[in-house]
Each structure stands twice: as C-alpha cells, then as structure tokens.
C-alpha cells in the first residue's frame, strides 16, 4: 500500500472506501453537484489522485476527505480507513446547539410559537 498510486474514477474510488453505500449513488452525488474537488463540482469520471481534497456534502455537515491511496475495486472497512486522512470539521448535535423545547405533553404550537421557532432556527426572515 507504501507505493505510487494510479488516478482512478472519482465515483469509483469513493464507492470503494465505502463513503456510499452503491456506485451508482457515488455516481448520482457527483452528477448533483454534491462532490467537489479542490472546490470544484466534479463529473463521476473525474480521475482523481493522492494528495486531492474531497468534498462531500450531506445533509447537516461536510465531510472533507484527503486522498492518501487510490482503489477501483471495493475493499474492505480496515484497508478502506488507511486510503484516506479525515479533516471534516465536528458535527453539531441538534442538542447541543440550545434551541428550545417543548415540554412533552404540552400540545402543538400555536401559529406563532411556531413562527418564532422558525425565525430562530433561520428558515423565516423578518
């Protein structure tokens, strides 16, 4: 694993280090505009290379993947670990973040509970 490494299929090298689940959906993250390299939106047939930055967004965060070794074939979870340095920031839990509760048994919002919930949260604008 010490030695040069070939550039391989965007798509294919983050389907084989297990970053998704199927090829298929690696490859539909990238025609989405949900992978990016070095900043750039990529096509699946990208070639990519060690030393690239790989930027995937999810829903909540970004997971920011550096590529130390390239593979075409799915390997295993152990060997897929060391084809990769993870410099994601830390997630925020939605608990942590201190946005108000409700207390269990309390009903649902009134219209304007809500509304205030919402602006809270970022979705409305005054």
Known sequence: ?????????VDAWLWSVRMFKTRSAATGACRAGKIKIDGDPVKPAT?????ARIHISRPGHVVILEVVHTH????????????????????????????????RGAGRPTKK???????????LKE
Do not use: C, F, N, W
């Not at 070639?47 to 030393?51: A, L």
């Open 113 to 123: 509970e809500r509304r205030q919930l919402e602006l809270l949260r970022g979705y």
């Open 72 to 103: 075409a074939k799915r390997v295993g979870a152990p060997v897929a670990r060391h084809a990769y340095r993870d410099h994601s920031p830390e997630q925020i839990k939605p608990r942590d973040v201190g946005l108000p509760r409700r207390e």
């Open 1 to 9: 694993m010490d030695g040069p490494t070939a550039p391989v299929r």
């Open 47 to 51: 070639k990519v290379s060690p030393g």
